[in-house]
C-alpha cells in the first residue's frame, strides 16, 4: 500500500494526540508477521490499524482479524480499503474500553493473538491490559517505543531492569525481535522503535502465594534504586532493619545488593519472608 497516495486521496492528516505514525517500511511489518507465527486458523485482535496496512496483510494470513480504531475520521478509509475481506471485522472504539472477554466469545474460538503497531501515549495500559487478559491471549508482538522493548525485555543486572520488566515477565515470556527506525513511519516520531513478542502463560512464572505483597516488595525495592534492597525497604516500608536484615538472610539474599540485580524467583523469597513479619 502507498500510505501517501492514500493520506491524499482521502485528505488525511495525522493526529499527534493519538499516536498516529503509519507504517511505510515493508521490513517491520514482514518481521511483525513471522515473529506471529500466524496459521489458518488463528484469530488475531490488531489494536490502532490506522490505514491497514498491518490489517490487510493479517487478513491474507489468518481465519478473522478484529481491528479497534478509535479515531472515527480513518474509519471510512478503513473501510474501504479493507471491504473485500469479510474476515476483517472493524470497531470504532477505544480499545482500553473494549471488553475482550465479548470480543473473543463473539469473534474468536478459542485463544487469540495481538498484533499491532501501538499507539504508543496508552503503552502502558494496553500491556497491562494484555497481561490481565492471558487467559484469552496466546501471544502478542507489538511495536512499542525502543525504551518500553528494552524494559520489556531486560534482565537482571541491567539498568533496564525495573518493576515493568518484573511485571511483564511473570506471565510471559519477552522476546526483543528488532529495532525500528524513525524513517519507517510518516509522519517520523520522535523516539525510536522496537518490535516485541510477549508469549503469554496463564501461571506466573514463578509460584507466588500473595501478588499483592510481592508487588509492594518490588515497588519498594525499586523505589530508591540507589540504594541497597535492605535500605529501600526500611525506608519505603518503615521496618526496623534487623528484621529486614534477617528476611533478606533467610530469603538468601546478600544485605548489599541492589533492586535491579535480584531476580523474579528472588524477589518471590523475599516478599514470602517479610510477609511473615508484616502480618
Ligand atoms: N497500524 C497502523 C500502522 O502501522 O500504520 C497505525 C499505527 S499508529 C502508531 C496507532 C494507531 O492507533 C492510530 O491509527 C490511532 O488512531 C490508533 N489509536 C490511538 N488511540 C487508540 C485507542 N485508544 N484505541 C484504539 N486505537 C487507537
Redesign the pocket.
Known amino acids: 500500500m502507498n500510505?501517501k497516495k492514500v493520506m491524499r486521496e482521502f485528505g488525511i492528516r495525522?493526529?499527534k494526540r493519538?499516536?498516529?505514525?503509519?507504517?511505510?517500511d515493508e521490513r517491520p511489518?514482514a518481521a511483525m508477521i513471522e515473529a506471529a507465527e500466524l496459521k489458518n486458523e488463528d484469530g488475531v485482535l490488531?489494536?490502532?490499524?490506522?490505514?491497514?496496512?498491518?490489517?490487510l496483510k493479517l487478513g491474507r494470513l489468518v481465519r478473522k482479524v478484529v481491528a479497534?480504531?478509535?479515531?472515527p475520521a480513518?474509519f471510512p478509509v478503513l473501510e474501504k480499503l479493507t471491504g473485500k475481506y469479510k474476515n476483517i471485522c472493524l470497531l470504532n472504539?477505544?480499545?482500553?474500553?473494549?471488553d475482550l472477554e465479548k470480543v473473543s466469545k463473539e469473534h474468536f474460538d478459542g485463544k487469540f493473538k495481538v498484533v499491532?503497531?501501538?499507539?504508543?501515549?496508552?503503552t502502558s495500559p494496553?500491556l497491562m491490559k494484555i497481561v490481565e487478559n492471558r487467559h484469552l491471549i496466546k501471544m502478542a508482538v507489538i511495536?512499542v517505543q525502543k525504551e518500553v522493548a528494552q524494559r520489556l525485555s531486560a534482565r537482571p543486572g541491567t539498568r533496564d531492569y525495573g518493576i515493568l520488566s518484573i511485571a511483564v515477565q511473570l506471565y510471559a515470556h519477552v522476546d526483543l525481535i528488532c529495532q525500528v527506525g524513525r524513517s519507517a513511519?510518516?509522519p517520523p516520531?520522535k523516539v525510536e522503535s522496537a518490535v516485541v513478542r510477549l508469549k503469554l502463560r496463564e501461571l506466573p512464572s514463578v509460584n507466588i502465594e500473595d501478588e499483592k505483597m510481592f508487588f509492594r516488595i518490588v515497588e519498594a525495592a525499586f523505589g530508591e534504586r540507589r540504594k541497597t534492597v535492605k535500605n529501600s525497604l526500611k525506608s519505603r516500608l518503615s521496618l526496623p532493619s534487623d528484621e529486614i536484615r534477617e528476611a533478606l538472610k533467610k530469603a538468601g539474599i546478600d544485605e548489599n545488593r541492589r533492586a535491579e540485580t535480584l531476580n523474579i524467583e528472588e524477589f518471590t523469597e523475599l516478599s514470602r519472608e517479610i510477609a511473615k513479619i508484616i502480618k
Open positions: 500510505v495525522p493526529s493519538l499516536g498516529q505514525h503509519f507504517l511505510i511489518l490488531e489494536i490502532g490499524p490506522g490505514l491497514g496496512v498491518l490489517t479497534v480504531e478509535k479515531d480513518l472504539e477505544d480499545v482500553l474500553k473494549l499491532a503497531n501501538l499507539p504508543y501515549y496508552i494496553i511495536m513511519f510518516l516520531p
